[in-house]
C-alpha cells in the first residue's frame, strides 16, 4: 500500500444524487491532489491543495467540490453529475520542498459510475 | 503547450519475453521524468525518476533511459511476468519555479503478458 487511502472504490449514482468522496494520506505529506482519469485520456488535474490551501482548480465544473479540512484528509463532493463524469477519481499526495518536485504517491482509486 | 506521447498505445508479448515502451516529451525547461505502473483498478506507482543528468536508471527487471537532448526516454522489461501487465505511464516535470509544479501526463502504454 502507498500510504494514501480512498473511500468508497467504486460508487454509482445518478445525476441528482449528492455524494463525496474521501481520500486521506498517511504520508505526512504538505500537498493533496484530485485527479480524473478517463478511458485512453491522460491523468487530468482537477485540484491542489498545499498546506490545506487550494492553489489550482483546473477549470473543473462547479458540480465538483474539494473540500480539505486538514493536511492528511481531502474530500471531493459530488452534486447534479453528468454521465460523462463517470471516470476513475484518484487521490494524490507529496511533499513540495522548495526546489525540488517530489514523487506523488496515488490512492487506489474510486470507480465512480453516473447513470 | 507541454506534451507528453508514449509508444505504442497498447502491447501484447508472452511471458518471459523482454519489450521497450517509449516516451516522447517537448515539456521544458525540463527537471525530470518518472515511469508510473498502474495495475488495472489501482492507482500508479512510481517505478524509476531520472533528473536532466542521468541516462540510466534500474529498478529490478525494468530499466529506464533518457536522452535530454532528444527528450526521448524508454522503459526495457525484461523477462517480463505475468504481473507486469498493466499500464505504463510517463510523467514529466518542469524545472521548480515556486510552490506548485504542474506536472505532465502521458496516455500510457498498456501491457499485457500472456503465458
Known amino acids: 500500500e502507498t500510504g494514501v487511502t480512498q473511500t468508497p472504490r467504486h460508487l454509482v449514482m445518478g445525476m441528482t444524487n449528492k455524494k463525496s468522496l474521501k481520500c486521506e494520506q498517511h504520508?505526512?505529506?504538505?500537498?493533496m491532489y484530485w485527479y480524473k482519469q478517463s478511458a485512453k485520456k491522460p491523468l487530468e488535474l482537477m485540484f491542489v491543495?498545499?498546506?490545506?490551501?487550494?492553489?489550482e482548480n483546473n477549470s473543473v465544473p462547479s458540480r465538483f467540490s474539494p473540500e480539505c479540512p486538514n493536511s492528511s484528509h481531502l474530500f471531493l463532493h459530488l452534486h447534479t453529475l453528468q454521465p460523462e463524469d463517470s471516470a476513475l477519481y484518484l487521490c494524490?499526495?507529496?511533499?513540495?520542498?522548495?526546489?525540488?518536485?517530489?514523487?506523488?504517491?496515488f490512492g487506489p482509486g474510486t470507480r465512480l459510475t453516473v447513470l | 503547450k507541454n506534451q507528453v506521447e508514449q509508444s505504442p498505445q497498447s502491447l501484447i508479448i508472452l511471458e518471459g519475453k523482454n519489450c521497450t515502451l517509449q516516451?516522447?516529451?517537448?515539456?521544458?525547461?525540463?527537471?525530470?521524468l518518472r515511469w508510473y505502473k498502474q495495475d488495472t483498478g489501482r492507482g500508479p506507482v512510481s517505478l524509476t525518476i531520472?533528473?536532466?543528468?542521468?541516462n540510466t536508471k534500474s529498478n529490478g527487471r525494468y530499466t529506464a533511459t533518457l536522452d535530454a537532448d532528444t527528450k526521448q526516454s524508454s522503459l526495457h522489461i525484461t523477462a517480463s511476468q505475468l504481473s507486469d501487465s498493466a499500464s505504463y505511464i510517463c510523467?514529466?516535470?518542469?524545472?521548480?519555479?515556486?510552490?506548485?509544479?504542474?506536472?505532465?501526463f502521458g496516455t500510457g502504454t498498456k501491457l499485457q503478458v500472456i503465458p
Open positions: 531520472m533528473t536532466f543528468s542521468e
Open positions: 494524490a499526495s507529496n511533499q513540495i520542498i522548495a526546489g525540488a518536485t517530489d514523487t506523488q504517491y
Open positions: 491543495y498545499n498546506f490545506k490551501e487550494q492553489t
Open positions: 504520508l505526512g505529506h504538505n500537498a
Open positions: 516516451c516522447n516529451y517537448t515539456v521544458s525547461p525540463f527537471s525530470n
Open positions: 510523467v514529466v516535470s518542469p524545472t521548480y519555479s515556486g510552490g506548485y509544479q504542474k506536472v505532465t
